[in-house]
């Protein structure tokens, strides 16, 4: 990564109109793909290719759900961003069931494999 570079990771947090992803690209912006997601498209990250952010809040349950039955398929996600050439971040805030921590756990492990 150069010291000149800066990326900036905004999520949607209401259903707005589509925003033109050539314009977060030209920006250098990257969009978070978040899960719950509000809309489809909100669950891939889309803008800037040099930074690819899922953030997972659990789902069904908001803050609540463990991700341990889809932690191989997050993995691919992040393993192909990562080939692509994209600074890749995952984060899980599944927090109030104590989730979050043996997820990113388990998710490390798959991503050595």
């Known amino acids: 990564m150069t010291t000149d570079l800066f990326l900036f990771a905004r999520g949607e947090r209401e259903v707005s109109p589509a925003r033109p992803e050539a314009l977060l690209v030209e ?11 509000i809309v489809p498209a909100a669950a891939i990250p889309c803008g800037s290719a040099e930074l690819a952010y899922w953030r997972l809040h659990g789902s069904p349950i908001k803050y609540r759900s463990s991700y341990e039955d889809r932690l191989a398929s ?10 692509a050439g994209a600074e890749v971040w ?13 997820d990113a756990l388990s998710l490390v492990a798959g991503l050595a494999e």
Do not use: E, M, Q
């Not at 995952?90 to 043996?102: P, R, Y």
């Open 27 to 37: 920006h250098r912006i990257a969009r978070v793909a978040a899960d719950p997601a």
């Open 90 to 102: 995952c984060i899980f805030d599944n927090t109030a069931s104590s989730a979050a921590l043996g």
């Open 74 to 83: 997050h993995a691919d996600h992040l393993k192909r961003a990562a080939a």
